[in-house]
């Protein structure tokens, strides 16, 4: 059945397209791992049209899927339906509400489909900005807190999720539900990190603070692993004396080989620079440590000292420091600058085998023994971050799974496959070691989880839920219980895959 047949043009604001132009432009995503060309796509006008559309789905005789699409920057297809509907929710002006500032309560309620970047301009206008952030901003918000959102922030005010306020949501239902802390609580924790299975977001308001000017961003250098990780987990647990003098931003990454030619994250130094090569002589694996300390222009004065005291406490090779002061919005947009970069030399839409984990503080020193001194070679295609977070910034009762451990690790395998004559580089290649690492950490017992989760099978992701998945299955039965959202995660067979008369 074909939702233009249920769905009179009329019932809708926006509009429904079946046109093969737009149904191929929804059907690809950054991955390029996979495609799925749905029925028709949805340009919404409204998050009554969202609605609109998912009621039209869950009342009919013959359900159809509907996925919502942000900016299509998934890995494996998760925004895709193959057998229904995708309502792409970003990139067109019409849908979207402007942001609205909140001066006084200090939050912004935003669209479901506004880019992180928009959020900014928009929030910047009142010299405010949210607290919490993702390294790249063209991603939309709907997107990130489907999954978390993560980056250099989260040690102290913990992921995006941990930083909304209050959602509007369109359920599986086809209801257009608000849910916060203290209505629909239910729903509002089940949506955060709840990879689009619950309901579609349609506005989100988010916690600002007041936006800092400028940022000193500094790079350090280590050749010990257990030196680099004790100074990351020293300078997260900071985060508990809300007085003490700490950095803002602490992320890192694993310097495996020189060439790094898709190292679009190294925008103010080159693995090729001396000081790098010459550490690097002996083949060993280096660390880099990335730290940000925000300011206003007025404290100048204060801020040398300041990162001073703090470099002191750290261990890193001495004269390994690499600083450099740039505004705000800069820092926050460096990954975009990268990005253009690389578009200019063709290597942005090449396929993206990206694996992104989160490992338990007390087995991450078996992954530097077995992946990045072991498997990996000394060839890696893409920066390898890798930065530790406090559980204790993320609320057990939202979706997303974590390890059980007060600190865990994001490592994050930032691949690109290329088609170059060199073997190591390929697709298949990457991809057969994304199995190797996964199968390293199974055989060894590391408890790891998959962040941006990936499974092809319901077995595999019982497991992936572990405890939660009782919780997890009970709430996609209660706000989506025709499996209607977003089944290009495969975690629920759509209702239309089903054997009806086997039910
Ligand atoms: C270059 C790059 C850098 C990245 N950096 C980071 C990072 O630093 N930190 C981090 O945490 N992540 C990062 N990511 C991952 C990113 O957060 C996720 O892939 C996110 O889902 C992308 O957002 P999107 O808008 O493109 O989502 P899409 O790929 O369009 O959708 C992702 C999933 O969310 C669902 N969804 C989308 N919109 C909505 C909505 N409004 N309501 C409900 N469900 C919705 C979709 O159905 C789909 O299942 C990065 C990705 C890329 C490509």
């Given at each position: 059945v074909y939702p233009t047949e249920i769905l009179r043009s009329g019932d809708l604001e926006g509009h429904l397209s079946m046109d093969p132009s737009d149904v191929v432009s929804v059907s690809r995503d950054f991955g390029g791992l996979s495609s799925a060309e749905p029925m028709?796509?949805?340009?919404?006008?409204?998050?009554?049209?969202?609605?609109?559309?998912?009621?039209?789905s869950y009342e009919s005789a013959r359900v159809?899927?509907?996925?919502?699409?942000?900016?299509?920057?998934?890995?494996?297809?998760?925004?895709?339906?193959?057998?229904?509907?995708?309502?792409?929710?970003?990139?067109?002006?019409?849908?979207?509400?402007p942001p609205r500032v909140s001066e006084r309560l200090m939050y912004v309620d935003v669209w479901g489909g506004e880019l992180w970047i928009d959020v900014l301009r928009s929030t910047l206008e009142y010299g405010l900005a949210p607290k919490s952030w993702t390294d790249y901003l063209?991603?939309?918000?709907?997107?990130?807190?489907?999954?978390?959102?993560?980056?250099?922030?989260?040690?102290?005010?913990?992921?995006?999720?941990?930083?909304?306020?209050?959602?509007?949501?369109?359920?599986?239902?086809?209801?257009?539900?608000?849910?916060?802390?203290?209505?629909n609580r239910e729903l509002y924790h089940a949506v955060l990190g709840g990879l689009g299975q619950f309901g579609i977001i349609t506005r989100a308001r988010i916690a600002l603070e007041r936006a800092p000017q400028k940022v000193?961003?500094?790079?350090?250098?280590?050749?010990?692993?257990s030196a680099f990780t004790e100074d990351q987990e020293f300078l997260i647990s900071l985060h508990r004396q809300p007085e003490a003098l700490k950095f803002d931003y602490v992320e890192g990454f694993v310097i495996v080989d020189e060439g790094l030619i898709n190292n679009?994250?190294?925008?103010?130094?080159?693995?090729?620079?001396?000081?790098?090569?010459?550490?690097?002589?002996?083949?060993?694996?280096?660390?880099?440590?990335?730290?940000a300390k925000n300011y206003h222009q007025s404290n100048a004065l204060a801020i040398d000292q300041e990162v001073e005291a703090l470099l002191k406490k750290l261990k890193y090779i001495p004269g390994t420091e690499f600083t450099t002061?740039?505004?705000?919005?800069?820092?926050?947009?460096?990954?975009?600058?990268?990005?253009?970069?690389?578009?200019?030399?063709?290597?942005?839409?090449?396929?993206?085998?990206?694996?992104?984990?989160?490992?338990?503080?007390?087995?991450?020193a078996d992954l530097d023994e077995g992946v990045f001194k072991g498997i990996l070679g000394n060839k890696t295609s893409g920066p390898i971050l890798i930065y530790p977070m406090n559980k204790s910034k993320w609320d057990e009762r939202n979706s997303v799974v974590t390890p059980n451990e007060s600190v865990f690790y994001l490592v994050a395998f930032l691949r690109s496959a290329l088609d170059n004559g060199d073997e190591t580089q390929t697709l298949k290649f990457l991809e057969n070691q994304n199995q190797q690492i996964l199968r390293f950490c199974e055989d060894r017992d590391i408890q790891?989880?998959?962040?941006?989760?990936?499974?092809?099978?319901?077995?595999?992701?019982?497991?992936?839920?572990?405890?939660?998945?009782e919780l997890f299955s009970r709430r996609k039965m209660e706000f989506d219980p025709r499996n209607i959202l977003a089944n290009g995660q495969a975690i629920f067979k759509p209702y239309f895959d089903l054997d009806v008369a086997s039910l």
């Open positions: 028709a796509v949805l340009y919404p006008a409204s998050s009554r049209d969202v609605a609109r559309l998912v009621r039209s159809f899927g509907v996925s919502a699409r942000g900016h299509g920057h998934s890995i494996n297809g998760q925004a895709m339906t193959g057998n229904g509907v995708v309502i792409q929710m970003s990139g067109h002006r019409k849908a979207a509400p063209y991603l939309s918000v709907g997107g990130t807190i489907s999954n978390a959102g993560i980056s250099g922030q989260a040690f102290n005010h913990g992921p995006q999720i941990s930083n909304v306020h209050e959602l509007e949501v369109v359920t599986g239902k086809g209801e257009l539900v608000t849910c916060s802390e203290d209505q000193r961003w500094i790079r350090v250098l280590y050749s010990n692993f679009w994250r190294s925008s103010f130094f080159s693995p090729r620079n001396p000081v790098i090569s010459s550490l690097h002589a002996d083949g060993g694996v280096l660390y880099c440590l990335e730290i002061d740039l505004p705000y919005v800069d820092f926050l947009d460096r990954v975009h600058k990268a990005e253009l970069k690389l578009r200019a030399k063709n290597l942005w839409d090449v396929p993206h085998p990206w694996l992104n984990l989160f490992v338990p503080k007390s087995r991450i790891v989880k998959q962040y941006l989760p990936h499974y092809t099978t319901q077995q595999e992701w019982m497991r992936h839920f572990g405890d939660k998945w």
